[in-house]
């Protein structure tokens, strides 16, 4: 086992490592969710969803079109917002509400005013607020208990893992602080429960603590992700509690403790990092997305950003309060959850459509949305409890819609060799840890080596370089850059370490590219040459591909429109690993 590696690793050889990836959405919602119905999913439930997920056809809600995936995914999860949970739906009553009515009660919950929403809902449904509450008691019990059904129904140990969750839909003056929370309950499991809303509290202190109560009380085991930070006014990854006072180390064990991993990039865009925080970053701006220029982005907006901050944080608290890997998904709310460019079945019914998609639904241009994202997870078995325990370690990474197969290792005995082994990963465990994992300092304090291979899905586009971004401690201060380690062609790297762009094929006419740049596979052993044995650092891969078009352009060109002016017409869709740590 390499110098400095965790146990952990020889205990995973033992096993057998994980050799299985599956492809999935942790991140949809069905008619269930208040603003899936509000905006016109009246029909795709949750056996729907789950049947679209494993690619089998169903009608869109708003056209009667007939839908379905390009390429089954291996796993889904129905997360419905807590908040109303099936109200509109199951309600007869609220059925009955005025669109305007349902549009005011949206509105008061976006601001986070839910005493005035309920009151709202009471009045639409003609009852007093205490009958109307307990309308709506009943109506999520309801639905909460046919989600779980659905998913038992659904789930197939070996072919399809269905997984049960939630959306915990809190906002605080306009910031996004969402977390979607995954349960490996069961049916029977989820009925002792009922999902956390934040309708009975805002501060996501108090969802954790529920969380830590119910897996006491159940067995059950959860995880919560943060989803959207690109929106949160500076909160999600903020290193203060909500009430200003700073981060404790039980504040920070128990976050850490239940969000491993974060959303980096889903239909409302990508939440990397900005160009405004990373200037030195020319690929930063990656499906950049905002409701407002104001606030600014922040730091705490963004999971690089909160990687910075963790590992400052660190040594303050004994703990990393942002210890954080990386997924992607859809955020649906269609109910048709494709992360496909050429198939965009819209972030709601309403825009799933061509002709609704300037429609600013929830606040935003649907023509502002790419095609979402997928979780990768490394995984010994397609089932719940392996999926769960993937998102634990964090050998879980993003892609913003294709399927880059990615492996990460950080050791100290790699060698240049190892890249061409014709399985990395066995390498790759046998010498150090995967990615999600940590390194503490070797022997003689030599730097770490990282051993990467990707490779592009047959279907999808070549691949441009591969890059790892670093952070490390500078002082008490993080400090971030972006190393190109692998690229296709025989380009050469500048005095400052910059790479010449791939270049660009995509005819602008025919919505069509070619593979003639570009590599199917690239791979490396790289060194870090910038190494303080002293200093905490993190480190995380980002693959990216050739320009390929983006789902605005292939709309465009088949109904004979321009593309929406100020839209990008392609997208380099790439792939984002959970992070290797190094501490002292």
């Avoid at 100290?412 to 994992?437: E, L, N, R, S, T």
């Avoid at 952070?471 to 972006?482: H, I």
Wanted: aromatic fraction near 10%.
């Amino acid at each position: 086992m390499a110098a400095g590696a965790l146990a952990l690793v020889g205990e995973a050889c033992a096993q057998g490592y994980p050799s299985a990836l599956l492809w999935g959405d942790a991140h949809v919602h069905t008619n269930r969710s208040l603003d899936a119905y509000r905006f016109d999913n009246r029909t795709v439930d949750a056996d729907q969803v789950f049947r679209f997920a494993k690619g089998e056809p169903i009608v869109n809600p708003i056209d009667g079109e007939v839908r379905r995936l390009s390429v089954p995914l291996d796993f889904a999860a129905v997360t419905d917002h807590a908040e109303f949970l099936g109200v509109p739906y199951d309600s007869g009553s609220a059925n009955r509400t005025s669109l305007e009515s349902k549009t005011l009660i949206r509105a008061l919950v976006d601001k986070g005013d839910y005493t005035a929403a309920y009151e709202q809902f009471a009045r639409a449904a003609g009852s007093s607020t205490a009958s109307a509450g307990m309308v709506a008691q009943t109506a999520s019990q309801t639905a909460w208990a046919a989600l779980a059904d659905s998913a038992d129904r659904h789930n197939d140990p070996g072919r399809f893992t269905a997984i049960l969750g939630w959306e915990w839909t809190s906002r605080i003056d306009g910031a996004v602080l969402h977390r979607v929370v995954l349960t490996d309950a069961d049916a029977g499991k989820a009925r002792i429960f009922a999902p956390f809303s934040a309708l009975w509290q805002r501060n996501p202190e108090s969802l954790w603590a529920f969380l830590a109560r119910t897996r006491t009380q159940t067995g059950v085991d959860f995880i919560s992700i943060p989803h959207n930070s690109n929106l949160s006014n500076g909160l999600m990854f903020a290193p203060t509690r909500l009430n200003g006072n700073p981060l404790t180390a039980a504040i920070a064990q128990r976050r850490s403790e239940f969000e491993t991993v974060a959303e980096v990039v889903q239909y409302k865009g990508a939440s990397e990092t900005a160009t405004a925080l990373s200037p030195a970053d020319e690929f930063a701006g990656f499906e950049f997305y905002r409701r407002s220029e104001t606030p600014p982005p922040s730091r705490a907006d963004y999971v690089r950003g909160a990687l910075l901050t963790g590992i400052e944080q660190a040594p303050l608290l004994g703990v990393n309060p942002f210890k954080l890997g990386m997924i992607g998904s859809t955020d649906s709310h269609s109910g048709m959850p494709s992360a496909e460019e050429d198939n965009f079945t819209g972030h709601f019914a309403l825009d799933s459509v061509y002709e609704n998609r300037t429609i600013e639904a929830d606040g935003g241009d649907g023509n502002a949305l790419s095609g979402g994202g997928l979780a990768a997870v490394w995984a010994r078995y397609n089932s719940r409890t392996e999926i769960m325990a993937a998102l634990r370690r964090r050998e879980v990474y993003a892609t913003s819609g294709v399927r880059i197969k990615l492996r990460f290792f950080g050791g100290y005995d790699f060698v240049a060799a190892d890249a061409a082994a014709d399985d990395v990963a066995v390498v790759g465990y046998a010498k150090g840890v995967p990615m999600g994992g940590d390194l503490t300092r070797a022997a003689d304090s030599r730097a770490p080596r990282f051993l990467i291979s990707a490779t592009k899905d047959p279907r999808d586009g070549n691949l441009d370089r591969v890059q790892i971004v670093k952070g490390w401690l500078d002082g008490a201060t993080a400090r971030e850059k972006v190393f190109n380690v692998a690229w296709s062609g025989a380009r050469t790297l500048g005095p400052n370490g910059a790479l010449p762009p791939v270049g660009d094929t995509v005819n602008r006419a025919t919505a069509t590219y070619e593979n003639s740049i570009g590599a199917p596979a690239l791979s490396a052993v790289w060194t870090d040459p910038e190494f303080d044995p002293s200093a905490r650092a993190f480190y995380y891969v980002r693959v990216l591909q050739i320009p390929t078009p983006r789902r605005t352009l292939y709309e465009a060109v088949a109904h004979g429109d321009p593309p929406p002016e100020g839209r990008p017409e392609t997208i380099q869709e790439r792939a984002w690993s959970s992070p290797i740590w190094y501490t002292p």
